[in-house]
């Protein structure tokens, strides 16, 4: 079977956040041979895959995603997510949160001084 135009961007969208193989072939119902086929003409290794991966999980935790939340897109569990963070550039949980905040911090105070408060 032949993906279609839209399955076929999907593909892509999960490879380039790193989703797996098995994990976008089991959630869009199709086969992983059709996957890793798409994946290979991108040029895109499973090492390369992993990264991206882990810099998705980086930046979405960065931004205030909770963990749970980061593990429950990924079909993975929350430890995973966390250890596999940890032992990719030791990467905090804690760095994380403060990161989130002071992003969250700067964002309210771009919005008070627009409004001139």
Known sequence: MSLSAKQRKQVVAG???GVGDVAVAAQMKIDKAE??????????????????????????LIEGWSL??????YGVKPNSVKLGLWNNGRFS?????????????????????????
């Open 35 to 60: 996957v890793v086929a798409v994946r290979i003409e991108l040029g895109v290794d499973r090492a390369t895959l992993t990264q991206r991966r882990y810099e998705n999980w980086r930046r979405l």
């Open 15 to 17: 490879i380039e956040r």
């Open 68 to 73: 749970e939340a980061v593990a429950d897109v």
């Open 93 to 117: 949980l804690m760095e994380a949160r403060k990161k989130s905040l002071r992003s969250q911090q700067a964002l309210l105070k771009d919005e008070k001084d627009r409004f001139g408060w």
